[in-house]
């Protein structure tokens, strides 16, 4: 047929997609643009079994949240969490909040029948993160689940660590050393953002980059922390105060100085359930350290080690190998059979810090219509929240040793 002809039959319909799954978030600064993107990437990469719409995002200013849903991709904006979290079209809510906010809007959407995927630390106290796992379990009777935002399990090689791990590669395990390192307090004119003070944030560098090597060292091992002894330190203790808070850490100071409430500094060594040993140090004074995730750890027959700033690689030195060969070899974690790796490039074209947040989406994804439970689950989160506590009495204490107390 002459291709300027036309056709008496009318064109097939497309196959029907799959269902779509409307997602309403709260908050739109450097979380919620993070997962913005993993919401508006993941039908693109992975075959789903649903596909996400970016139906609404929630915040307080009228004009800033319409300017982020054009710029980040959503299709409506509310200035109120709580008309978001009732929208028809919104079947999970994802909360990228300070954490004071985290309790009361996943109860809030939990109860109104939506999933939700919360970002960590998953609350500010034990006590709200008990009752956000209360809510949690109530929804899951309904058939909705819930899930914390820990984002570096989903590092191709972080997830391959865990397998070498559980297939028994290291062996027992013996020692686990976790460090997160950041600067970005070190100058004393640091404005007093939220995440500087308790009552918004919870605690400092505890609970923002020591709530991940937290989950990291209880998801690698597939072992529980059950005791810890600490350090704390505020080096900066007053921080210009801002009249006008415009998000990222910025905003137009007042001209006076207010109170920091929370650690600048956290050290804490821990015992494991198998009686391995850990120590973790979340600082965000590190001089020169902008986003040092790094861990290592030793078992009977081997060990491996991650750096964050080299997310594509693994160490891994196997101790059965004959000593005239055995060494740390550099594992290129590219591999169409490494974790999430089969959906991207070829070997060696490599991800980056934003595909976490990809991966993050799909899995919640496969849990929802899978109806199985998301991991890390809130029970997993309350536990980070248990030991977080734990460090805060134990520093509290000057070190004194601190059990974390197992779930119930
Ligand atoms: C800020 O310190 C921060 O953005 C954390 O809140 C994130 O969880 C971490 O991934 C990077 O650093």
């Not at 600067?183 to 918004?200: I, K, M, N, S, Y």
């Not at 600490?230 to 990222?248: D, I, K, N, S």
């Not at 991800?351 to 689950?377: K, N, V």
Request: glycine share 10%; proline share 7%.
């Amino acid at each position: 047929m002459d291709r300027t002809e036309q056709s008496d039959t009318p064109p097939a319909a497309p196959p029907p997609g799959p269902p779509e799954l409307g997602v309403g978030m709260v908050g739109y600064a450097f979380m919620g643009a993070a997962h913005s993107q993993g919401w508006r990437t993941v039908s693109h990469v992975f075959d789903l079994p649903l596909r996400p719409v970016l139906a609404a995002v929630a915040g307080r200013d009228r004009s800033a949240v319409h300017t982020a849903a054009a710029r980040l991709g959503w299709a409506a904006a509310e200035t109120d969490w709580r008309a978001l979290v009732t929208r028809d079209d919104v079947h999970l809510v994802d909360i990228c909040t300070p954490g004071d906010l985290h309790a009361e809007i996943a109860v809030a959407a939990l109860d109104a029948g939506k999933h939700v995927l919360c970002e960590k630390p998953l609350a500010n106290s034990v006590a709200q993160a008990e009752e956000m796992c209360a809510a949690a379990a109530r929804a899951r009777r309904r058939g909705t689940v819930a899930m914390v935002g820990f984002n570096y399990r989903r590092i191709p090689a972080v997830a391959h660590a865990r397998r070498l791990i559980a297939e028994g590669h290291v062996g027992t395990l013996r020692h686990l050393r976790f460090t997160y390192l950041q600067d970005w307090l070190v100058d004393p004119g640091a404005p007093l953002t939220w995440r500087l003070q308790r009552e918004h944030a919870g605690s400092g560098a505890l609970g923002d980059l020591g709530a991940h090597i937290v989950d990291l060292a209880q998801y690698l091992s597939g072992e529980r922390i059950t005791e810890v002894s600490a350090l704390t330190e505020t080096f900066v203790r007053e921080r210009p105060q801002l009249a006008v808070a415009t998000g990222g850490g910025r905003g137009i100071p007042s001209g006076g100085l207010g109170p920091v409430t929370v650690d600048d500094a956290t050290l804490f060594n821990g015992r494991l359930a198998s009686g391995a040993l850990a120590s973790f140090e979340a600082t965000r004074m590190a001089t020169g350290r902008k986003n040092a995730l790094r861990f290592e750890i030793n078992g009977e027959r081997g060990s491996l080690a991650f750096d964050l700033e080299r997310l594509n690689e693994l160490s891994f030195h196997d101790h059965t190998d004959p000593s005239s060969r055995a060494g740390f070899r550099r594992v290129l974690v590219t591999e169409p059979d490494h974790p999430y790796l089969r959906a991207w490039w070829p070997p060696g074209h490599a991800l980056g810090y934003e595909h976490t947040f990809t991966h993050q989406a799909h899995d919640l994804i496969e849990a929802i219509a899978r109806g199985t439970e998301p991991e890390p689950s809130f029970a997993d989160g309350l536990q980070v929240q248990r030991v977080l506590a734990a460090v805060e009495e134990s520093a509290r204490e000057n070190a004194a040793l601190v059990p974390v107390p197992a779930p119930v």
